[in-house]
């Protein structure tokens, strides 16, 4: 490696920047980004789909999600909401809330407000979309409550364990 290869390794267009940020942030998980490549840089062009192509396009699509989604373009919209914020009055900060904070729903990968909240209990973020599908809050029910009642009995055995270690759910 000459240094200068690995810097452009996980460069992406805007358009798939903006594309993969908004799928990210829907709760789309890892393997929806590889088969959408999978289909896009392989079947479409009828190349063969080996392990090695497959190890490859997995690898990408980790590096891009933790690198240019999580890490660089998180960072470009912190400066950015930070310093429109400062421009902003009280007011339109209030009415822009939901911009002023995609640098968290980037980074924690979820435009759900209910996704965002059960992940501040410690909760990983494929759990809490798993949660979500399953089972959704009651009218005025607390997230803690709703963790602490949820029926661990809908979640796969991983989903199960990661919500027992965090001290909730509940057995019906």
């Known amino acids: 490696d000459d240094g200068k290869s690995r810097r452009y390794r996980y460069f992406v267009s805007i358009n798939k920047l903006?594309?993969?940020?908004?799928?990210?942030?829907?709760?789309?998980?890892?393997?929806?980004?590889?088969?959408?490549?999978?289909?896009d840089k392989l079947t479409k062009k009828g190349l063969e789909?080996?392990?090695k192509n497959i190890d490859k396009i997995t690898n990408f699509v980790t590096a891009h999600i933790n690198t240019n989604l999580n890490f660089i373009l998180v960072k470009y919209l912190s400066l950015w909401t930070?310093?429109?914020?400062?421009?902003?009055s009280e007011e339109e900060k209030e009415k822009n809330k939901f911009?002023?904070?995609?640098p968290s729903m980037l980074e924690m990968g979820s435009y759900d407000p209910l996704v965002l909240e059960i992940m501040s209990f410690g909760i990983n973020r494929s759990t809490a979309i798993e949660l979500t599908k399953k089972?959704?809050?009651?009218?005025g029910q607390s997230v803690e409550l709703y963790l602490r009642n949820y029926n661990i009995a809908k979640l796969s055995s991983l989903h199960r364990k990661?919500?027992?270690?965090?001290?909730?759910?509940?057995?019906?």
């Not at 930070?82 to 902003?88: E, T």
């Not at 089972?135 to 009218?139: L, V």
């Open 162 to 172: 990661y919500l027992e270690k965090a001290g909730f759910g509940s057995i019906k």
């Open 99 to 102: 911009f002023l904070n995609l």
């Open 49 to 51: 789909i080996t392990n």
């Open 18 to 39: 903006a594309y993969d940020s908004h799928n990210w942030m829907k709760g789309h998980n890892y393997k929806f980004f590889i088969d959408n490549m999978v289909k």
């Open 135 to 139: 089972q959704r809050i009651k009218e």
């Open 82 to 88: 930070d310093v429109v914020g400062h421009l902003m």
